[in-house]
Structures are given as C-alpha cells and as structure tokens.
C-alpha cells in the first residue's frame, strides 16, 4: 500500500475552477485501486500550532501500488482536465509514505 498526503495551496478566488477538476479527478481514483481516505479542510480556529500557510484543502489516499499510483497521474481523462488544477493550485506538497 502507498499512501499520499498532499497539502493543496489555491490561487485567490480559484476555488470553483479547484472543485470543478476535483470533480472529476476524485472518482478516477478508484479506477486505479485507490480510495480518498480523507479531504479536509481546515478552519483557522482548529490549528494548534503552525509554521508553514495553512493549506486549502488536506488529502489522504491510498493506492495498492506505485504503479496505480503513476497510472492515476497518466489517465487520459484526467489529463484533459488537467488546465483546471494548473488554473487553480497555487503549490502543491505531496508527501509519498507507508502505513507503520
């Protein structure tokens, strides 16, 4: 199993074209043997301590393999849609790990 936690930084007032590629890059993931595990966003209020921006939106996925994982980022659907989150997103942190 992969996991990964991306960290989503948006351009100002790019929230509607963000959602509109998630709509459709959410449900690829399961085409690839990956489930969302989690999509939050977080409230200023509910951040204890921080040193880095607040991000718009937290992630967590897990696929069953590297290989679906670059499968996923390869889809052709995906990419035809790929102009909205480069519209959007501002940076990304994508941080690859394991479940321990």
């Known amino acids: 199993m992969i996991y990964i936690t ?3 930084y948006l351009i100002d007032g ?3 074209t963000f959602d509109a590629f998630e709509r459709v890059a959410i ?5 690839y043997n990956g489930r969302l595990l989690l999509r ?3 409230s200023p209020q509910n ?3 921080q040193s880095i921006e607040t991000p718009y939106e937290i992630h967590l996925v897990e696929f069953d393999n590297e290989s679906d994982l670059a499968d996923f980022f390869k889809d052709e659907e995906r990419k035809r849609f790929v102009h909205l989150k480069e519209q959007s997103i501002k ?3 994508l941080i ?5």
């Open 6 to 8: 991306q960290l989503i």
């Open 14 to 16: 790019q929230e509607e």
């Open 27 to 31: 449900p690829l993931i399961a085409k």
């Open 40 to 42: 939050n966003r977080l």
């Open 47 to 49: 951040v204890i301590e």
């Open 91 to 93: 940076s990304v942190w």
């Open 96 to 100: 690859k790990g394991e479940k321990l």
